[in-house]
């Protein structure tokens, strides 16, 4: 599915709570994982 | 919409095992990996832009709620009808004046300090003032250290500071002149009432002339206005968005009580009935009784609050009745004069005594010369006759305060007086609720009782009863047992055991709970947008 075209209007409140605290829990998930393979690339470097 | 929500959940688990799965050796896949973890998260993080817009806009239109003017117009109408009523009532201009307040505070005053003193003292000048009455302190005769306070007192009054270090200094001089100098205050003040008290008296009752005849209403008529337009406020108040709102924000209710199990867990316990087998009608019903079981309770852990106030005016009661019986007996044939009048006559003998003794007493200071000794131990000898029948004064007037409510208490109630109406007795005099509070907790202070008299008189003013109005002293039935049948009898699953102590503020709470609930559904809430609200807030703070 294309994120972009997620339409947040037709959420009720409580799944657009939850949505929200995944997509925020996965952003610091994929922060987390940048920084690791940022390392990785300064090693390899 | 379940099915968007898991497409979104799939999307990141589908996301997440990407970048598990993307290969990490050699510079070249850690480059693409990269790559895709930034792409990545600027597309989540525009997701989350998005949700968090919604969000906002969703909160911003649930919470922007308009204040109901109605309410605040009730409210004035309230005031309005207090001040009538007051100004009506069958209080004694003393009374009407709050000099009860002022008396007992300056009595007491060594417990205090100068500055609530000085407070209280022009605040009874302003009372005077208001009455017409314009005091200097050429009006603080009775002694020349009342008189001496006052001068500067009422100067720096003038001037916008009772606290001033004139004020203080004149104090601590007149008062090592006269260590009672506040007692010759106490007294000063009950005499310009007395000497005024007939003038005081007709200002009241023209005032309650006026006032009635303004609002084209008996006394009673004021009473019942006022008491429609508190229940009217009430019921306003109980289904309106931001009131309910603010106590959700406050605290003051918790949006987990109010979890749809919750309240059909309570239902089932108070009335034996599963909410959601029931007919609109059937609901209705029982709604209705549990708002006024509601309303009951409320004003029932208020009563209890100060129910020692109503069993100290019934024990004393009992007492002068007891006393009368007995003294009907012996009473011989002669009319004999009443413990009011004799104390009245007295008082006047006093102040008599007192000014002629102040006309004696010649002034300190007599310019350039000198005064013979023997002058002066003969005003010695005045000054201190003097200031004893000041004492002897003060403690009539003391005595007198007792016998008008002792006289009050048996001419004011008798057997079909209500609770209420006992209650509202007791509040009427400040002196006797505040002996009261002290009997009923040795260690409340002056302050605590200023407060304590103020919340009883307001609940008095502004609460609808429903029912200690309703309910006689001669009533033998406890008050929580009178509850319990009523609602017993409309199939409320309410026993004896739930008014006990430890029991009583948890039947309150549920009853409560289930009546907020009732009142959030007339609101323009949902539980789910209540809920909603409360997370977004705790998201805030974070």
């Not at chain 1, 972009?4 to 939850?18: A, G």
């Not at chain 2, 007086?417 to 009997?439: C, N, Q, R, T």
């Amino acid at each position: 599915m294309e994120l972009k075209n997620v339409k947040t209007s037709n959420l009720e409140n409580d799944e657009l709570l939850d949505i929200q605290k995944q997509v925020e829990s996965f952003l610091k998930f994929l922060n987390g994982e940048y920084d690791t393979v940022k390392k990785l690339e300064e090693e390899n470097s | 919409m379940k099915e968007l929500v898991e497409n979104i959940e799939k999307q990141i688990t589908t996301d997440k095992e990407v970048i598990s799965v993307l290969p990490r050796n050699g510079i070249k896949a850690i480059k693409t990996l990269l790559k895709t973890i930034s792409d990545m998260t600027e597309k989540y993080e525009k997701l989350n832009e998005k949700l968090l817009k919604e969000i906002e806009t969703r909160y911003s239109e649930l919470t922007t709620v308009e204040e109901n003017t109605e309410i605040p117009q009730i409210e004035q109408e309230v005031l309005k009808y207090n001040i009538a009523e007051k100004n009506t009532d069958m209080r004694s201009s003393f009374e009407k004046m709050g000099l009860d307040r002022v008396i007992y505070n300056v009595n007491g005053y060594y417990k205090s300090n100068l500055e609530r003193l000085n407070k209280e003292i022009i605040f009874s000048v302003k009372q005077f003032e208001k009455v017409g009455i314009k005091l200097t302190a050429e009006d603080f005769c009775i002694s020349e250290y009342a008189k001496k306070y006052m001068e500067v007192l009422l100067r720096e009054a003038y001037d916008g500071d009772i606290n001033s270090e004139a004020v203080k200094n004149q104090f601590e001089k007149v008062y090592w002149e006269c260590s009672e100098v506040v007692s010759h205050l106490y007294v000063n003040i009950r005499y310009i009432y007395d000497k005024y008290e007939s003038q005081i008296d007709r200002f009241y009752n023209e005032k309650a002339q006026e006032i009635l005849k303004g609002l084209s209403l008996t006394v009673e008529g004021v009473e019942e206005k006022k008491a429609e337009l508190i229940k009217k406020k009430n019921q306003i108040e109980e289904t309106d968005n931001k009131i309910i709102l603010d106590k959700f924000y406050t605290g003051s209710l918790n949006i987990n009580d109010y979890k749809e199990d919750n309240y059909k867990k309570i239902y089932l316990e108070l009335t034996d009935k599963d909410v959601t087998q029931l007919s609109d009608s059937e609901k209705n019903e029982i709604d209705e009784n549990i708002d006024k079981l509601n309303t009951n309770l409320t004003e029932y852990a208020k009563y209890l609050e100060y129910k020692f106030l109503v069993e100290q005016v019934l024990e004393t009661r009992q007492e002068l009745l007891k006393t009368a019986e007995a003294n009907k007996n012996k009473k011989d044939k002669k009319v004999k004069k009443t413990q009011y009048e004799l104390l009245k006559e007295e008082i006047k003998k006093l102040q008599s005594e007192i000014f002629k003794l102040n006309a004696k007493i010649e002034k300190p200071n007599r310019g350039f010369f000198e005064r013979k000794k023997a002058e002066e131990k003969k005003d010695s000898i005045a000054i201190l006759q003097r200031n004893n029948l000041i004492l002897d004064l003060k403690k009539t007037y003391m005595q007198l305060d007792e016998e008008i409510i002792n006289q009050n208490i048996l001419q004011d109630l008798d057997e079909t007086s209500s609770l209420f109406d006992v209650l509202k007795f007791a509040s009427s005099y400040y002196g006797y609720m505040a002996k009261a509070m002290i009997k009923n907790n040795e260690d409340i202070t002056d302050k605590e009782i200023g407060e304590k008299a103020e919340t009883i008189r307001k609940f008095i003013n502004f609460s609808n009863f429903t029912v200690i109005n309703h309910v006689n002293i001669s009533d033998t039935k406890d008050l929580s047992i009178i509850i319990k049948d009523k609602y017993k009898l409309l199939g409320m699953q309410i026993s004896k055991e739930n008014f006990e102590e430890d029991s009583i503020e948890d039947l309150i709470r549920k009853v409560k709970i289930i009546n907020n609930y009732n009142n959030i559904q007339k609101s323009k809430f949902s539980i789910k947008d209540l809920e909603f609200i409360m997370n977004v807030k705790e998201m805030l703070k974070k």
